[in-house]
């Protein structure tokens, strides 16, 4: 009889125990944010908007707004391709700063969040390198030698 009670009381402090780690873990790990699913699949836009642009103008863009809508009353062209929409085109988007690089023949592209964000929430920069890697960083600005962003 006592060593049933005392069989119930360690299951039930081996439960108690392992749910509070559980719990623990859950409510005070860091999550990744919706802004970065957003901000990847903008990177991914700018990409396939850019060899769009390279096959029309025979170069990269060397700037977000080339890529973009053409201002009011104005035409389509070089200067504004009419290939992302205005809000990426503009340089912010999702809470994240864009920016393209261009250089002839190749580019790279960086988002980097704006603002502060809850601290319980990973905010990632991003770099995404000419050869189409997407690059990140928790802590600062990615860039080329930043580790590879895995899905």
Same mark, same amino acid.
Request: with cysteine.
């Given at each position: ?26 409510? #005070?790990?860091?999550? %990744? ?14 990409? #396939? ?15 977000? /707004? ?15 391709? #009419? ?15 864009? %920016?393209?690089?261009? /250089? ?18 990973? %905010? ?6 000419? #050869? ?20």
């Amino acid at each position: 009889m006592v060593l049933k009670i005392v069989f119930r009381l360690f299951a039930l402090t081996v439960v108690c125990g392992f749910l509070y780690f559980t719990y623990n873990e859950f409510v #005070n790990k860091p999550r %990744r944010d919706a802004g970065d699913e957003a901000a990847i699949q903008s990177m991914r836009t700018i990409i #396939n908007a850019q060899e769009q642009y390279k096959e029309r103008y025979r170069r990269y863009a060397s700037a977000l /707004y080339e890529l973009g809508p053409p201002m009011h009353g104005r035409k389509g062209g070089e200067e504004s391709a #009419n290939l992302i929409p205005g809000d990426l085109a503009s340089g912010r988007r999702f809470g994240y700063q864009f %920016r393209v690089h261009g /250089y002839g023949d190749t580019f790279s592209v960086t988002a980097d969040p704006l603002g502060k964000s809850d601290p319980m929430k990973i %905010r990632r920069h991003f770099f995404l390198d000419p #050869n189409g890697k997407i690059r990140v960083s928790e802590t600062g600005p990615a860039k080329q030698s930043s580790p590879l962003f895995h899905d």
